[in-house]
């Protein structure tokens, strides 16, 4: 048994190497492009590197251990053992060593990691993948490729291929089995923490052929073809292209900024985005929420500029993230910021921001590697990240990380260090499941709705604590803060189904002295989403925002009024007149505000918008 073990932890050893070697190869035919490099940036690559290839070398032993259990109870099955351990490995061995060198040539053509889309044009379009391939040096693609399989199966021969022998049942092996079972779920999943490792934990830099190297091809690979099937077609082709392309064209008219109310009395203020975890309309007593839940926001939004008909593109964070950042509307089944091939041809309000003098950073009580988050607010512009690892560990005080309070305090010490004008960006978290808070309530009662309201209410109070704080600040009377939440929430209406349009409906809010006398406390009932932020922000300071081609400004009057949002499969179609949810999988309305009303005109504008944002994913 501790033989078998051995062997096992060899195979672990050789497959960790056999990454190792890919990643050399990689740089050093990268090395034109990374030549201004200092000697730790490489070291950083190769650092970083190593929790993606712990997981990846952890999925090409599970096989042979998967057969070695049966071993321990069935003794004939040995011989097959012995017989596939080989062969699996040598398989492994020239797949990889393909791979990896189809993976150079993707990254020069492509500037992403061998994925899904590679796959697919390889299978489907040999012959455009061969002409394609034509300016590429092959001869060196060919021995790099033979090198590497070589040097791969010398040492796995020399080294690690090896004979298990036979084992006498023992009761103690059936405790092996979960031991090892749990060792391996730990590698796979990459340790016990909330989420399970994806590509941001390779992600350290904003120079993306950094983070790209220390990916791991196969792991990334792997990920890419389980997150897009590789014959992927748009599965919502409601219309003609030729009528869901004039649908969108007449959604989003051409509109001249002059029209625009101009709110700001400084060209370029700082800007601070509360992002608000889960905080739907329903706990703001101003936008027609209980009152009692957010008094300081309703006083923000009543002393600033309150929008008060605003939809959330979709229903988790994920989602809500990439909406209000890089105006791209949720795509339903999918999550664009799991694939950083596609998510970084989006653009981005930080990066817009950046190239107009704008210092951009992110604030977070959690884990920045959730979701993908860190990976994707790195390729945005975003230079530095403030996550769980810059807070005390007495302050981890809650499943998610520091609560609320801790992350103000530390957004304000941050604000006191910053050249201006700033785009500071702060993710809350206290208003995420399971609503623990660190501190009494006035809110009675421990069921569901009553545990949403504690803790919207305890974010509430934290907001009133840092406005407070920052009144004090030198840059408070030259500071935007813009408050908005990334999804609305079943809670505390309890809401019984996933497509709810009063869920989806959030706050925003512009609020601090930069804005104009004859602004403050106005209501802005445009219909919109999390999407226009992008456009209305960047309209405001005089900045180009077409590339933002499904944002539209929601203080100019010839901005037409509409909402889009998704949610699993399905999505709702939000106009001043009439609100349609349709089913994805059936094609079927299953909520209809205004059945009496012309249904066909609003539903073949949702289809439209369903449509193109989901065949831009996949060009993407």
């Known amino acids: 048994m501790r033989k078998s073990s051995f062997n096992f932890l060899k195979l672990f050893l050789f497959w960790i190497a056999s990454f190792l070697v890919h990643r050399i190869v990689f740089v050093l035919y990268h090395v034109t492009s990374i030549n201004q490099s200092k000697l730790s940036d490489y070291w950083q690559i190769f650092w970083h590197s190593i929790p993606l290839d712990l997981s990846m070398a952890a999925y090409f032993v599970a096989i042979p251990v998967v057969l070695f259990f049966f071993t321990l109870f069935f003794s004939k099955t040995n011989q097959l053992l012995n017989f596939c351990y080989p062969k699996i490995n040598y398989f492994f061995i020239v ?122 091809t196969e792991w990334n690979l792997m990920a890419s073809i389980l997150q897009n099937n590789i014959n992927a077609k748009n599965p919502y082709q409601f219309v003609s292209d030729s009528i869901a ?113 704008y210092e951009p950073f992110f604030l977070y009580g959690g884990e920045s590697e959730f979701a993908n988050f860190k990976s994707y607010l790195l390729s945005t512009g975003i230079n530095h990240i403030v996550d769980r690892n810059n807070f005390e560990s007495s302050q981890m005080n809650s499943k998610w990380g520091a609560h609320d309070g801790y992350l103000f305090d530390k957004l304000n010490k941050e604000l006191e260090t910053k050249k201006q004008p700033f785009f500071a960006i702060t993710l809350t978290l206290s208003s995420h499941e399971p609503f623990e808070i660190p501190i009494e309530s006035s809110f009675k009662g421990e069921d569901l709705p009553q545990l949403f309201r504690k803790s919207a209410n305890y974010t509430d109070q934290c907001i009133e604590k840092f406005m407070q704080a920052a009144k004090k600040e030198k840059w408070y009377d030259q500071t935007l803060f813009v408050f908005v939440a990334d999804h609305g929430h079943r809670l505390p209406k309890s809401y019984s189904t996933a497509y709810d349009f009063r869920k989806f409906r959030i706050p925003l809010i512009f609020a601090g002295n930069v804005i104009k006398s004859e602004f403050r406390g106005k209501r802005i009932h445009m219909l919109g989403s999390q999407t226009d932020l992008a456009a209305t922000i960047l309209s405001q300071l005089k900045m180009e925002h077409q590339q933002f081609n499904w944002s539209k400004d929601l203080l100019n009057k010839d901005t037409k009024p509409f909402a889009f949002y998704s949610y699993d499969n399905g999505f709702g179609w939000v106009k001043p007149e009439q609100t349609i949810v349709q089913d994805n999988i059936n094609k079927q309305i299953i909520f209809n505000s205004q059945p009496k009303l012309n249904t066909e005109e609003n539903l073949q504008q949702g289809q439209s918008y369903m449509q193109k944002v989901f065949e831009q994913y996949l060009a993407y």
């Open 245 to 357: 392309k004039n649908e969108i064209l007449d959604l989003y008219p051409t509109t001249n900024d002059e029209s625009s109310n101009q709110i700001l009395t400084i060209p370029k203020p700082n800007i601070v985005l509360v992002i608000l975890e889960s905080f739907t309309s329903d706990v703001v007593g101003t936008f027609g929420g209980e009152a009692n839940v957010c008094p300081s926001l309703s006083k923000i939004a009543n002393e600033g500029i309150a929008f008060d008909s605003i939809y959330a593109s979709g229903d988790r964070t994920d989602k809500g993230l990439i909406a209000i950042l890089s105006a791209f509307p949720s795509q339903a089944v999918r999550s664009i910021i799991h694939q950083p091939d596609k998510f970084e041809k989006l653009a981005s309000l930080p990066q817009s921001l950046k190239e107009n003098g």
């Open 95 to 216: 797949l990889i060593s393909i791979i990896d060198t189809i993976d150079l040539h993707i990254y020069t053509e492509w500037g992403t990691k061998v994925n899904s889309r590679a796959i697919d044009f390889l299978i489907n379009s040999p012959s455009e993948a061969l002409a394609s391939s034509a300016s590429s040096p092959l001869l060196l693609g060919i021995s790099l490729f033979l090198i590497q399989l070589f040097l791969l199966l010398w040492i796995y021969h020399k080294y690690i291929n090896c004979k298990f022998e036979k084992i006498n049942f023992k009761y103690s092996h059936v405790i092996a089995i979960p031991v090892y079972s749990l060792i391996l779920i730990l590698f796979l999943r990459g340790g016990t923490q909330l989420a399970p490792i994806n590509q941001s934990a390779a992600y350290f830099s904003n120079n993306s052929l950094y983070n790209h190297a220390a990916v791991n």
